[in-house]
């Protein structure tokens, strides 16, 4: 079965630090650029990160540019996210996401959940 | 990075068709065939629909249909029914290989 799933969620204080993970099964992860989204409480998907296939080249969204690190060990067919300087407003579940053949995220994780609060 | 512009909420009846609207930019909608739709029930992770445009996954219903014209695309929903309900959000890839979403649409089946 393919499958995403994500770990490394928690309560943390502002300006704190945390990395999620994001482990892959059931497909070849060497091949696939992964993604990071999240969603704020209530409100919308909001892309975070994303890393091409051997971790040579790696785009992020301006609200953490400079904060947060994607990374990947596709010898461990884990994704990671590290995150430093956290604010309220990452408060959000966070999915690891794959982009398939196409451009689409086909398969996604189901999330794991960062607090951001003191 | 602004995000691309949906609108709030839609309805429509059991067996009539809705079309969500998502508006963007020639640098991002306008300039790439990168265009996706994902569903999104309550709790649950979001789903793929459609991508590149007016691609169908394997196992998306062929009620699920996208288009684009200009900076616009566009899924259409037809046949609707009651499983449907469900946020829905577009995305766009753009020229800075970075990813872009809709703020979501809310749609409601009657």
């Known amino acids: 079965e393919v499958q995403l799933v994500e770990s490394g969620g928690g309560l943390v204080q502002p300006g704190g630090s945390l990395t999620l993970s994001c482990v892959a099964s059931?497909?070849?992860?060497?091949?696939?650029?992964m993604t990071w989204v999240r969603q704020a409480p209530g409100k919308g998907l909001e892309w975070v990160a994303n890393?091409?296939?051997?971790?040579?080249?790696?785009y992020y969204a301006d609200s953490v540019r400079g904060r947060f690190t994607i990374s990947r060990d596709n010898a461990e067919k884990s994704l990671f996210l590290q995150m430093n300087s956290l604010r309220a407003d990452d408060t959000a579940v966070y999915y690891c996401?794959?982009?398939?053949?196409?451009?689409?995220?086909?398969?996604w994780g189901q999330g794991t959940t960062v607090t951001v609060s003191s | 990075q602004s995000a691309l512009t949906q609108p709030a909420s839609v309805s429509g009846s059991p067996g009539q068709s809705i079309t969500i609207s998502c508006t963007g930019t020639?640098?991002?909608?306008?300039?790439?065939?990168?265009v996706s739709w994902y569903q999104q029930h309550p709790g649950k992770a979001p789903r793929v629909m459609i991508y590149?445009?007016?691609n169908r996954p394997s196992g998306v219903s062929n009620r699920f249909s996208g288009s684009k014209s200009g900076n616009t695309a566009s899924l259409t929903i037809s046949g609707l029914q009651a499983e449907d309900e469900a946020d829905y959000y577009c995305?766009?890839?753009?020229?800075?290989?970075?990813?872009?979403f809709g703020g979501g649409t809310k749609l409601t089946v009657l």
């Open positions: 995305s766009s890839y753009t020229s800075f290989s970075t990813l872009v």
């Open positions: 996401a794959r982009r398939g053949v196409g451009s689409g995220l086909d398969v």
């Open positions: 890393i091409e296939r051997d971790g040579s080249e790696k």
């Open positions: 059931g497909f070849s992860f060497s091949r696939y650029w």
């Open positions: 020639s640098s991002d909608v306008g300039g790439y065939n990168f």
């Open positions: 590149d445009v007016s």
